[in-house]
């Protein structure tokens, strides 16, 4: 079984194949997501040697491995020590003191970039994250250097090195992404980097093409590519320029005709008299505009700049008003005041407003590669979102790289035979037209073999053959050539053709007799493409090297016989007009435009120079892809907008709970989480829409194994219900700080194993149930943290007196905290976590959401006072019984109450008055 050349697993299905790349064959792969990573390895390795910005990357990784291993003990530690109060003032402070040392490790490792980037940034005026990553850094090393030289409060070292973890990865990643979209492009330029130069005695020798002045000569035999711009000074043959130009079929280039560096002879060797010096050429201008389109400024990051600008201040005000205010109006004392100072910088965490955008983007990058589309622009997707107008090429892009015959004409021989014959000696060539005629069907019982093939150069092929006891010569060329060498002429049988396109005439023992017509075939996904990108209000027009004529049958506005500097001039005037262009080609052509427009999409079977070119490839030729694109790129932006305002509310939290004094340290890692889990709920359903345009198309299932996607979510979904089990434990040793902590949390960890095996094994599992099923993980898991915040973060008195016991239950009547978490995790797991989507259309949705919220109060209002009922002098108890009491009402009341609701809103919409209204709405939410 072949094996998989990025992560050595088995292949099955045919995998993926890459595509090749300068002295190295397509590598196969078992998945996209391999190939994605493969590919831009591959980029990098066939390239020449990287700038020594980019050699640096390594280096940088080695020291991020290293910090990560030290981050990853400093918060187990630190995480210890906050939780704990019980430890020895020696222990503890022996412990801080090792914290300390590994923050200060990590921070010679990797602050030294930041900081510079800081001090650069301030001293031009700026306010960008980085300064606001130092300001946390500050907030967390001050106060926590504080907590460890008096012995009072809690420490956050770990917080500086997480943060410096993660801005050193952000960089590392756009380091890399804009170091593998040059690679192509420079592995193509190397292949045109030597020629053979031609001296005045016609002796050839190997030098470096910069090396060449205008007025060299230099040497190209069939097969090879051009690698100066010139006048073809001897030599007569076909040239293909499609590359260079986008002209489709190869064109005889004769002496005084001119070629460009990136053409590929065919049948004919030639000598090039140079016309410009060797780092001059037009290939040479093309890839000094990818380069320099490669170093525009990234969006996302002048976002994070730009929220920066205005969050870095308000911290400021904040940290020092809660100083004052700790300091001049309480009695806690300076130190204090300063602490909760240091606090509220350490809470102003960029991490989360930082990633709020990357995390999406990731999982937008993921959806892309599953079907094909490989980004590796650092944002690529937010500018694909952007795009209002897509521009085309056509040679190689809307059309298939082989020609195909689309009639053929014959006169005075036996059809059938004669196509076969053409076919067998058309086999036996490398020509782009010989592929076309080695199509054509054979004969059966036919024995014919070539004995003699001799290539024409420039003119065609003729052979001679022997076919049923006789032989036979036939010429296969250009209608100059066969009007040369046949007898009779060949315009009946043009004037018979019902198809027009690039013409090849056929003659047989000196007569015309066929006449042939070839053409680029459309291929089959460009209507639903364009259907596509119409209904996403996109404007379409094609760009192309060819002829109008061969161009006006896609019934689109075209733009024909452009250079490339046209087409860059193209793009760079809809730039300029404000419009926001997505590029799609594939030829060395449409390199400067891929590079110059909003976004740009090369096919992996193009050149090189486009591939490096471009933000994005598609490793497939089926067009749908592009238009799904941009819709889920738009949908990804949408996302990374509320995860950016989500990500600024938890830190506004955080601040004001800082500022209040109230900061515990299990309270801010529960921001974080809950900041974490809306960001990863987002991410995870970017590109899940039901009645998605590609999705409708059923190409997914072709392209990357669709079908297993769903039950990835719901693996997914299965472990957060699991860890939510299994974080009640936590939350019930919190609440009572019993003897037997592990005990408890390993039973509760083994019931969420259990639990989510089950949910996820039930992939039928009826919608009630499943609503249940959230409540005893989420909601429960929302109602112990909301009990827990209430007591004051603190465990529950227990003196093993009923004093305590009918506290602990008059309490769970009039908890804000424990109705809030209850209801925030409760409907979070309604909306997020359920096994299948609400069916549309109905009213359970809505019922869920209001009967459904009203029956889960009163049933655990309910539930808690059947649980009191009982006598007990053990708070333990009392709190279990409250806990299950207070569940069941939860689930009988939320039932009960989606059931009522349901009822009667579908009384009230049975109502004449108002079932009009109910349909009009419905009738425009489904046209929407």
């Known amino acids: 079984m072949p094996l998989c050349d990025y992560c050595r697993g088995p292949i099955t299905a045919g995998g993926h194949p890459g ?25 990098l390795d066939t390239a020449p040697a990287l700038p020594a910005a980019n050699r640096n990357l390594g280096s940088i990784g080695v020291r991020l491995g290293v910090a990560l291993i030290v981050v990853a003990q400093s918060m187990i530690f630190g995480l ?17 003191t090792l914290i300390l040392v590994a923050t200060l490790v990590v921070v010679a490792l990797l602050g030294p970039p930041l900081f510079r980037a800081a001090w650069l940034e301030l001293r031009r005026g700026r306010v960008t994250v980085e300064s606001l990553f130092l300001l946390t850094m500050f907030g967390a090393l001050g106060a926590s250097l504080q907590a460890h030289s008096t012995g009072r409060g809690k420490i956050y070292f770990e917080v500086v090195s997480i943060l410096l973890v993660v801005y050193t990865l952000g960089k590392m990643i756009g380091a890399r992404s804009r170091a593998a979209a040059m690679a192509g492009a420079r592995a193509w330029a190397g292949q045109l980097d030597m020629c053979r130069l031609v001296d005045d005695r016609g002796r050839t020798r190997s030098v470096l093409v910069r ?8 040497e190209v035999n069939p097969g090879e590519t051009f690698a100066v711009d010139g006048v073809i000074r001897s030599g007569t043959g076909f040239v293909s320029e499609a590359a260079v130009t986008g002209e489709p079929f190869a064109a005889v280039r004769r002496p005084g005709d001119r070629v460009l560096a990136g053409a590929a002879s065919h049948d004919a060797a030639f000598h090039v008299e140079a016309t410009a010096p060797g780092t001059e050429r037009q290939v040479d201008r093309l890839l000094a505009a990818v380069e320099g389109a490669s170093d ?35 009695a806690a004392g300076w130190e204090a005041a300063l602490f909760h100072a240091m606090s509220v910088l350490l809470v102003a965490c960029p991490c989360v407003i930082g990633l709020a955008t990357p995390v999406v983007v990731w999982s937008a990058l993921g959806r892309l590669a599953e079907r094909g589309v490989i980004v590796r622009a650092a944002d690529a997707v937010e500018r694909l979102a952007e795009v209002d107008h897509v521009m085309l090429d056509k040679t190689g892009t809307l059309t298939d790289d082989s020609l195909s015959v689309l009639d053929v004409v014959t006169a005075g021989t036996d059809r059938e035979r004669l196509l076969g014959w053409l076919s067998v000696i058309e086999e036996k060539c490398n020509h782009p037209v010989a592929r076309a005629f080695a199509k054509l069907p054979r004969p059966a ?8 093939l001799r290539v024409v150069p420039g003119c065609g092929v003729e052979a001679e053959i022997e076919a049923g006891g006789s032989r036979h010569l036939v010429q296969i060329g250009t209608p100059q050539w066969i009007a040369q060498v046949a007898k009779d002429v060949a315009s009946s049988l043009a004037a018979e053709l019902r198809a027009s396109g690039h013409r090849v005439d056929v003659s047989l023992d000196g007569r015309v007799v066929a006449a042939a017509a070839l053409s680029e075939r459309v291929r089959d996904s460009v209507p639903e493409a364009l259907t596509g990108f119409r209904n996403l209000g996109l404007a379409v027009e094609v760009l192309t090297g060819d002829t109008a004529e061969r161009a006006a049958g896609l019934g689109l506005p075209v733009r024909a016989g452009l250079l490339p500097a046209d087409k860059l001039r193209i793009v760079e005037a809809a730039t300029a007009s404000g419009a926001k262009s997505l590029f799609v080609g594939d030829g060395i052509n449409d390199a400067a435009a891929l590079a110059a427009a909003h976004a740009g999409i090369a096919l992996a079977s193009g050149t090189d120079l486009a591939v490096g070119a471009a933000d994005v490839t598609l490793y497939h030729t089926d067009l749908r892809a592009v238009p799904w694109a941009v819709e889920l790129s738009r949908e990804a932006v949408r996302a990374a907008r509320r995860n950016t305002a989500l990500a600024l509310a938890y830190n506004l939290v955080g601040m004001t709970l800082a500022a209040c004094g109230a900061l515990h340290p299990v309270v801010a890692a529960l921001l974080m989480l809950a900041s974490s889990l809306s960001l990863v709920f987002s991410s995870a359903r970017v590109g899940t829409r039901a009645g998605h345009c590609f999705a409708e198309t059923g190409i997914g299932d072709r392209q990357s194994g669709v079908g297993d996607r769903p039950a990835g979510r719901a693996l997914m979904r299965a472990a957060l219900h699991g860890l939510a089990v299994a974080l009640q434990g936590v939350a019930f040793v919190l609440l ?25 094994r039930w992939a039928a599992v009826p919608h009630a149930l499943d609503m249940c099923f959230g409540m005893l993980t989420l909601g429960n898991l929302g109602m112990l943290l909301g009990w827990w915040a209430d007591a004051g973060f603190e465990p529950l008195r227990d003196h093993g007196c009923c004093a305590c016991v009918e506290a602990v239950r008059s309490g769970t009547l009039t908890s804000a905290g424990m109705w809030g978490g209850m209801l925030l995790f409760a409907n979070a797991a309604m909306l997020w976590l359920p096994r299948r989507p609400v069916p549309p259309g109905g009213n359970h949705g809505t019922a869920m ?12 209002v309910a539930g808690g ?53 109910w349909r009009a709405g419905v009738a425009q939410r489904v046209g929407e």
């Open 211 to 218: 090396e060449v002045l205008p007025g060299d000569v230099v």
């Open 849 to 860: 959401f209001t009967g459904g919220n009203a029956g889960m109060v009163l049933g655990m």
């Open 296 to 330: 525009r400024p990234v969006s996302l990051q002048a976002r994070a700049d730009a929220l920066g600008r205005w969050f870095l201040p308000l911290v400021v005000c904040v940290a020092l008003g809660t100083f004052a205010y700790w300091t001049l109006f309480t």
């Open 19 to 43: 595509r090749p790349w300068p002295g190295r064959a397509a590598a196969a792969y078992c998945c996209y997501g391999c190939l994605s990573l493969g590919e831009q390895q591959r980029q």
């Open 80 to 96: 210890a020590l906050n939780l704990h109060d019980d430890v020895p003032p020696d222990v503890r402070w022996g412990a801080q």
């Open 445 to 452: 019982g036919d024995d014919v073999r070539v004995r003699e």
């Open 865 to 917: 006072w059947c649980a009191a009922l009982p006598e007990t002098d053990s708070v333990a108890l009392a709190v279990a019984g409250s806990f299950v009491g207070m569940t069941a009402g939860m689930l009988a009341g939320m039932l009960l109450g989606t059931w009522l609701a349901e009822k009667a809103l579908d009384w009230l919409r049975s109502l004449p008055v108002l079932r009009a209204t």
């Open 736 to 760: 009572l700080d019993p003897s037997n902590a592990a005990l408890v949390i390993g039973g509760f960890a083994l019931a969420g194993v259990v639990l989510a095996w089950a949910w996820n």
